[in-house]
């Protein structure tokens, strides 16, 4: 059974002095100790079992039929609590929308520079490349991808087009990882002050927009990050909020957001072993209004009357801290507003890339097919089999205008499919006019495969031709019907492995580092016409 996450001992006052005399700091969110509800225990929280020795009972094939059932998903137990926490923080901190937060965008993407994923790969039909400390930061890695063209059938939200999300995961917290005492998962002062990525900050989602400048009429694209926040009150009574972690690891851990989807008012953010986290586009919170974060803006009061301000210079602390509101660094954060967890118990092995053929499946990715009526929300599983362990990955769907419901269970659309990856692998799926188009990772020796698939009379899935070439670290698929582009991303930073340079294009010079993040699409019309 996966180790749960170990519960922090929030500190008495002589606890408190022992720290300070090992030079151990508290907590992030210590300073207004969270006793009234517990922080770390974050929804969805699914069923958990140890792996059953009958593993491998319902697998049928690659390709072949699996359970629709065991996608079933329930409503969060704290979501109305969760509801009620958020409502209660937006009576305190000001709020920005969509438009604005991407107007004030800060920072710049450059399309067509020279970071290529791809070597001998075709190149992709268009490329962005983010600043210079986001495509080599080990902090945070890249995986979810969605867009107004999800969101709004019309493609715009309010007057802005041309938008796109990605996902980054928390992967690398130097100090914290090494803790001699995980079940406090501090960082010392010297840690901190030495980098504060020492903290596990959680899932992060960015904002990319292309659009001209209105004051100097050039095109541009610009882009803005937005941290995700879990609410909860603590023992002072304050409500407070946290960054996004797993229950079932220690040290705040386990968030992957492999995939995510932009739906109207929701973004739902894939949680792997759990099910689905749901944010509002209409609850971004800004800890910074006039934009100059010397200034640490006044916010509102709590229920205890007393005046805060923000502060977004502060990078080593998150929540709310003696009356003063910390994020991080981060300007925008957007906190949890409910949770779908799986019904079914979740029995895949932790700590391991196997899975098993039935009960509750990974959330890996998702993705929104708005090709079919009504729209549906792809979700599928990332799998390598091995022995005792034959699946290569679940896949099915859900009606997504199902999910805004959260009263009762919603059970996917009566069909579901173990993918026809013969070695699993599958970083992200979308579904287009009946093909089912598949991200298949092999590392960072060589370029990813894209698949085709679509379904047979007998509800198989079957290849349509042979895999495309793509980026190495392929990720999630986004498909952005107005351009009749399929979006992805890729997730490897430079350096990271030693194989970077493998299989080389004759065209590129010995020692080329094939490990570089960008964001890419291809032309759907280009993809189906391959062989």
């Given at each position: 059974?996966?180790s749960?996450?170990?519960?922090?001992?929030w500190?008495?006052?002589?606890?408190?002095?022992?720290?300070?005399?090992?030079?151990?700091?508290a907590?992030a969110?210590?300073?207004?100790?969270?006793?009234?509800?517990?922080?770390?225990?974050?929804?969805?929280?699914?069923a958990?079992?140890?792996?059953?020795?009958?593993a491998?009972?319902?697998?049928?094939s690659?390709?072949?039929a699996a359970?629709?059932?065991?996608?079933?998903?329930?409503?969060g137990?704290?979501?109305?609590?969760?509801?009620?926490?958020?409502?209660?923080?937006?009576?305190?901190?000001?709020?920005?929308?969509?438009?604005n937060?991407?107007?004030g965008?800060?920072?710049?993407?450059?399309?067509?520079?020279?970071?290529?994923?791809?070597g001998?790969?075709p190149?992709p039909?268009?490329?962005y490349c983010?600043?210079?400390?986001?495509s080599?930061?080990?902090?945070?890695?890249p995986?979810g991808?969605?867009?107004?063209?999800?969101?709004k059938?019309?493609?715009?939200?309010?007057?802005?087009?041309?938008i796109q999300l990605f996902?980054?995961?928390?992967?690398?917290?130097?100090?914290?990882?090494?803790?001699?005492?995980?079940?406090t998962g501090?960082?010392?002062?010297?840690?901190?002050?030495?980098?504060?990525?020492?903290?596990?900050?959680?899932?992060?989602?960015t904002?990319v927009?292309?659009r001209?400048n209105?004051?100097?009429g050039?095109?541009?694209?610009?882009?803005?990050?937005v941290?995700?926040?879990?609410?909860?009150?603590?023992?002072?009574?304050?409500?407070?909020?946290d960054?996004?972690?797993?229950?079932?690891?220690?040290?705040?851990k386990?968030v992957?957001a492999?995939?995510?989807?932009?739906?109207?008012?929701?973004?739902?953010?894939?949680?792997?072993?759990?099910?689905?986290?749901v944010?509002?586009?209409?609850?971004i919170?800004?800890l910074?209004?006039?934009?100059?974060?010397?200034?640490?803006?006044?916010?509102?009061?709590?229920?205890?009357?007393?005046?805060?301000?923000?502060?977004?210079?502060?990078?080593?602390?998150?929540g709310?801290?003696?009356?003063?509101w910390?994020?991080?660094?981060?300007?925008?954060?957007?906190?949890?507003?409910?949770?779908?967890?799986?019904?079914?118990?979740q029995?895949?092995?932790?700590?391991s890339y196997a899975?098993?053929?039935?009960?509750?499946?990974?959330?890996?990715?998702?993705?929104?097919?708005?090709?079919?009526?009504?729209?549906?929300?792809?979700m599928?599983?990332y799998?390598?089999?091995?022995t005792?362990?034959p699946?290569?990955?679940?896949?099915?769907?859900?009606q997504?205008a199902?999910?805004?419901?959260?009263?009762?269970d919603?059970?996917?659309?009566?069909?579901?499919?173990?993918?026809p990856?013969?070695n699993?692998?599958?970083?992200?799926a979308?579904?287009?006019d009946?093909?089912?188009?598949?991200?298949?990772?092999?590392?960072?020796?060589?370029?990813?495969?894209?698949?085709?698939?679509?379904?047979?009379?007998d509800?198989?899935?079957?290849?349509?031709?042979?895999?495309v070439k793509?980026a190495?670290?392929?990720e999630?698929?986004?498909?952005?019907?107005?351009?009749g582009?399929?979006w992805?991303?890729?997730?490897?930073?430079p350096?990271?492995?030693?194989?970077c340079?493998?299989n080389?294009?004759?065209a590129?010079?010995?020692g080329?580092?094939?490990?570089?993040r960008?964001?890419?699409?291809?032309?759907?019309?280009?993809?189906d016409?391959?062989?």
């Amino acid at each position: 059974m996966p180790s749960r996450r170990i519960r922090r001992a929030w500190l008495t006052t002589a606890v408190a002095a022992s720290l300070a005399f090992t030079g151990l700091v508290a907590p992030a969110q210590a300073e207004d100790v969270p006793g009234g509800s517990d922080s770390t225990v974050q929804e969805p929280l699914a069923a958990e079992a140890a792996p059953s020795p009958l593993a491998a009972t319902g697998w049928t094939s690659p390709g072949g039929a699996a359970s629709p059932g065991d996608f079933t998903m329930s409503p969060g137990a704290l979501n109305s609590e969760t509801a009620s926490r958020v409502a209660r923080l937006d009576s305190v901190l000001p709020k920005s929308g969509v438009q604005n937060l991407l107007a004030g965008a800060n920072r710049t993407v450059t399309p067509w520079c020279s970071r290529d994923p791809f070597g001998t790969a075709p190149d992709p039909d268009i490329k962005y490349c983010l600043q210079s400390d986001d495509s080599t930061s080990p902090e945070w890695v890249p995986q979810g991808f969605t867009g107004v063209s999800d969101a709004k059938d019309d493609e715009l939200w309010g007057e802005a087009g041309n938008i796109q999300l990605f996902a980054s995961y928390d992967g690398s917290d130097p100090g914290r990882e090494t803790d001699p005492d995980p079940a406090t998962g501090d960082c010392t002062a010297a840690e901190l002050e030495a980098d504060d990525a020492c903290n596990q900050k959680g899932v992060r989602i960015t904002f990319v927009q292309s659009r001209t400048n209105p004051a100097t009429g050039s095109p541009e694209i610009k882009y803005r990050h937005v941290l995700l926040g879990w609410t909860y009150v603590n023992s002072a009574d304050h409500v407070s909020f946290d960054g996004l972690h797993a229950s079932e690891y220690p040290i705040q851990k386990g968030v992957h957001a492999g995939g995510i989807v932009w739906y109207g008012n929701y973004l739902y953010v894939a949680d792997t072993r759990n099910g689905l986290r749901v944010f509002d586009m209409r609850s971004i919170m800004d800890l910074d209004p006039d934009g100059d974060p010397s200034t640490h803006d006044a916010m509102g009061a709590d229920t205890d009357g007393v005046k805060t301000t923000a502060d977004v210079q502060d990078k080593t602390k998150v929540g709310r801290h003696d009356n003063v509101w910390y994020s991080f660094g981060y300007r925008y954060v957007m906190p949890q507003v409910a949770a779908w967890k799986f019904k079914a118990t979740q029995s895949n092995p932790a700590g391991s890339y196997a899975c098993v053929s039935t009960g509750a499946p990974k959330a890996s990715y998702i993705s929104l097919d708005r090709s079919t009526t009504p729209d549906r929300l792809i979700m599928g599983e990332y799998c390598r089999p091995e022995t005792g362990y034959p699946s290569t990955g679940r896949i099915a769907s859900f009606q997504i205008a199902a999910l805004e419901g959260r009263t009762a269970d919603v059970t996917s659309e009566g069909w579901a499919n173990y993918l026809p990856l013969t070695n699993g692998g599958a970083q992200g799926a979308a579904v287009n006019d009946g093909t089912l188009y598949v991200n298949e990772s092999k590392g960072t020796d060589e370029p990813g495969n894209l698949w085709r698939y679509h379904w047979n009379v007998d509800k198989q899935l079957v290849a349509n031709g042979q895999p495309v070439k793509t980026a190495r670290g392929a990720e999630d698929l986004y498909v952005e019907r107005g351009t009749g582009r399929l979006w992805s991303l890729s997730e490897h930073r430079p350096g990271s492995a030693s194989d970077c340079t493998a299989n080389r294009d004759a065209a590129d010079p010995a020692g080329t580092d094939y490990c570089q993040r960008v964001l890419y699409g291809h032309k759907l019309s280009w993809i189906d016409g391959r062989p």
